[in-house]
């Protein structure tokens, strides 16, 4: 899988169609392919979605139906880093919300977007199972806690730079 211009996946379709094969037909199988698809390609678009329909036997609005209720699916690509900010009642209490607006005016995103040039991704999830270290954010599944909004953009320049 390659990259385009704009920060978007190429699609292999030789190779999703490599991986949906031993699935034809098993609309059983809808989560399970869903799951490899997306660690194929990266993210779940409209395009790729059709063609896990057509090669299980299920319609559209099935797997659309199946996408957009697990949060772990993803119809838009993400960043080189992923950010999670916790949202939950601990965090919330302990300032996530200035933390997210100032993570948001500085990528110039919002939650659930990614950076024009692909290097991150932002959500926002309800617990990261570090309450004591709230507020929290994980960068690629790395936890950073006790945030303060100038705190987390700092984090996220040292990021930055690694590129």
Same mark, same amino acid.
Do not use: W
């Given at each position: 899988?390659?990259?385009?211009?704009?920060?978007?996946?190429?699609?292999?379709?030789?190779?999703?169609?490599?991986?949906?094969?031993?699935?034809?037909?098993? @609309?059983?199988?809808?989560?399970?392919?869903?799951?490899?698809?997306?660690?194929?390609?990266?993210?779940? @678009?409209?395009?790729?979605?059709?063609?896990? *329909?057509?090669?299980?036997?299920?319609?559209?609005?099935?797997?659309?139906?199946?996408?957009?209720?697990?949060?772990?699916?993803?119809?838009?690509?993400?960043?080189?880093?992923?950010?999670?900010?916790?949202?939950?009642? *601990?965090?919330?209490?302990?300032?996530?919300?200035?933390?997210?607006?100032?993570?948001?005016?500085?990528?110039?995103?919002?939650?659930?977007?990614?950076?024009?040039?692909?290097?991150?991704?932002?959500?926002?999830?309800?617990?990261?199972? *570090?309450?004591?270290?709230?507020?929290?954010?994980?960068?690629?599944?790395?936890?950073?806690?006790?945030?303060? @909004?100038?705190? *987390?953009?700092?984090?996220?320049?040292?990021?930055?730079?690694?590129?």
């Amino acid at each position: 899988m390659s990259s385009c211009c704009c920060g978007e996946a190429k699609i292999d379709y030789a190779e999703l169609d490599e991986l949906l094969k031993p699935y034809v037909g098993q @609309p059983s199988a809808l989560i399970e392919v869903l799951h490899k698809t997306q660690e194929l390609v990266g993210y779940l @678009p409209k395009e790729v979605q059709i063609r896990v *329909a057509e090669a299980l036997g299920v319609s559209l609005g099935e797997v659309y139906s199946v996408v957009s209720f697990y949060s772990h699916f993803s119809v838009k690509p993400k960043g080189k880093f992923k950010i999670s900010l916790c949202k939950g009642t *601990a965090c919330y209490v302990k300032g996530s919300p200035e933390v997210l607006d100032k993570i948001q005016e500085q990528l110039g995103i919002k939650a659930g977007d990614s950076t024009d040039d692909g290097l991150f991704s932002l959500e926002v999830v309800r617990c990261l199972g *570090a309450c004591g270290l709230g507020p929290v954010m994980t960068v690629n599944d790395h936890a950073h806690g006790l945030l303060k @909004p100038d705190k *987390a953009v700092g984090i996220l320049e040292g990021y930055r730079q690694q590129v």
